[in-house]
């Protein structure tokens, strides 16, 4: 994992732990809002969002070590 891809997961896992229950879209748009630097686009986000909650598919799902954030509804 490259250092601009640590940041990004960083400022991603801070959002989660401030607001754990807003859906995906709002996360992003918050994210895309205070970090545009590190998206390419507001889809691009709410796609890097809905990959650490476990909702973009059962394959994404076994990529992300890291599960503290998954969405249970899946």
Do not use: W
Request: positive net charge; hydrophobic residues 35%; contains cysteine.
């Amino acid at each position: 994992m490259t250092e601009f891809q640590k940041l990004r997961q960083k400022a991603i896992f801070e959002t989660f732990d401030k607001f754990p229950d807003l859906p995906n879209l709002t996360t992003a748009k918050l994210l895309y809002a205070k970090y545009p630097e590190l998206f390419l686009s507001l889809e691009h986000c709410r796609g890097i969002v809905r990959l650490y909650r476990g909702v973009k598919g059962e394959l994404s799902r076994g990529k992300i070590k890291i599960t503290k954030y998954f969405k249970n509804e899946i």
